[in-house]
């Protein structure tokens, strides 16, 4: 009986946290505050204000990686060459196609980020792409 009602508190708690912060993240939402994770993405890092900024020496590869691939040089000769020339990735590791795929595609590379394009309920996660309500932000 005893754990039965410790685990009812735990439950609660949980929700509640839950729920704080999803009021939080949609507070910043309505402040226009960016959410990005600058550790894994190429070419950015964050001010003291949390704004984001240009890393130049990232950047350098981020555009020589657009300008070979608009110049019909696939992913995995793009990470061939860079592995080739010795350079690492953010996670300090060889490059991969996988990698470059990812970049060539991610939106954030085009000045645009809409936030909350997944929500995770208590079922599977689901892309409901553009139909809750979030923000988009130009980076």
């Known amino acids: 009986m005893m754990l039965a009602v410790l685990a009812s508190f ?14 939080s993240i949609k507070k910043k939402f ?3 505050e960016v959410m990005i994770n600058t550790t894994r993405f190429c070419g950015y ?5 949390g704004a984001l900024i240009v890393n130049r020496k990232e950047a350098e590869i981020v555009r020589l990686l657009f300008d ?4 019909n040089i696939g992913c995995s000769r793009l990470s061939d060459l860079l ?5 690492k990735t953010m996670t300090d590791s060889q490059w ?5 795929g990812g ?10 980020f ?26």
């Open 30 to 32: 309505e402040r226009g």
């Open 10 to 23: 735990a439950q609660e708690e949980s929700r509640s946290m839950s729920e704080n912060n999803k009021w």
């Open 45 to 49: 890092d964050k001010n003291e204000y």
């Open 83 to 87: 592995n080739y020339l010795g350079v």
């Open 68 to 71: 070979l691939y608009l110049m």
């Open 103 to 112: 970049m060539l595609s991610n939106e954030k590379y085009k000045g645009d």
């Open 114 to 139: 809409h936030l909350q394009k997944y929500y995770t309920p208590s079922t599977p996660r689901i892309n409901f792409g553009c139909s809750l309500p979030g923000a988009s932000v130009e980076v």
């Open 96 to 100: 991969a196609s996988g990698t470059i």
